[in-house]
């Protein structure tokens, strides 16, 4: 039975866990060939060996996305392990909860660092080898924090919202190319960034974890959680010819979450 991504090539940041590796899971399950990075080296490497167990073709390799050397160089080695390159997620991204008045600037300049540097650096050098291979999918991982501010999360929605004006843009500036340019903007989802979340709220409330998480379950009307696999899927659905006419978009993914 064929897959939604036969025979596609695809590197993915941020992939030894949660949104990350669920994609690499469902892209190699829709028969996608991966190369999973994360400046986790152990963690990407046991997500990647469990792939090859299952049958699939996967590695990995550790990448700090904000070091430009490494970004061209893994890049460009993922391309000749492959033979080139269709679908790259610029998943990798870091978590920051602090009111203004604590919020450091190191800390500001890290998450963007992270979380837009490093998709800007990761798109960059992903380009010349989705031009080589006559077109493809640029894929990044914004959130619900990047259509709606959220008190105390100045710094994580400002990277957020940056992602979509990336997104904008190069789908105008690529469609020449036959490359498109997609995001998914997830709500609250069931990740260690989540319980990152629910851990500084429960500091900034003083309230306990379980208390905390219970008031962040109440701004969606769903009632739950996503799941990494439900995010998965829509990266599956966007990286696919069934998206064909896609680009320039974020597929919202908040189960009608309430900011706040």
């Known amino acids: 039975m064929s897959g939604l991504l036969d025979g596609r090539r695809a590197f993915l940041t941020g992939a030894a866990r949660g949104i990350g590796e669920a994609t690499a899971r469902r892209f190699c399950e829709e028969g996608a060939r ?5 400046r986790d080296t152990t963690a990407v490497e046991g997500a990647a060996e469990a792939l090859r167990e299952a049958g699939h073709d996967a590695h990995a390799e550790a990448l700090d996305v904000t070091n430009e ?3 061209e160089r893994v890049l460009a080695a993922a391309a000749g392990r492959l033979g080139g390159l269709d679908v790259v997620l610029a998943n990798a991204g870091v978590l920051t909860v602090n009111p203004l008045a604590e919020l450091t600037r190191a800390d500001f300049e890290r998450t963007l660092g992270v979380n837009v540097v490093g998709v800007f650096l990761t ?6 080898h989705l031009r080589a291979s006559g077109g493809g999918v640029l ?46 903007a997830p709500g609250v989802t069931e990740t260690e960034m989540y319980r990152e ?52 978009v974020a597929l919202v993914m908040d189960a009608a979450e309430l900011s706040g």
């Open 197 to 248: 979340l629910v851990r500084e709220r429960s500091r900034l409330w003083g309230m306990d974890e379980k208390a905390a998480a219970e008031r962040i379950r109440r701004t969606v009307p769903i009632g739950r959680t996503a799941t990494p696999d439900e995010v998965a899927n829509a990266f599956v659905y966007l990286a696919s010819p069934q998206a064909a006419y896609v680009s320039g």
């Open 123 to 128: 798109l960059k050098y992903a380009l010349p």
């Open 139 to 184: 894929l990044c991982t914004s959130s619900q924090a990047g259509l709606h501010g959220y008190r105390d999360m100045s710094a994580y929605c400002a990277s957020k919202f940056a992602v979509l004006g990336i997104v904008e843009s190069l789908a105008q500036e690529l469609a020449p190319d036959g490359i498109r340019v997609c995001a998914v």
């Open 69 to 71: 050397t490494d970004v």
């Open 34 to 38: 991966v190369i999973l990075t994360d």
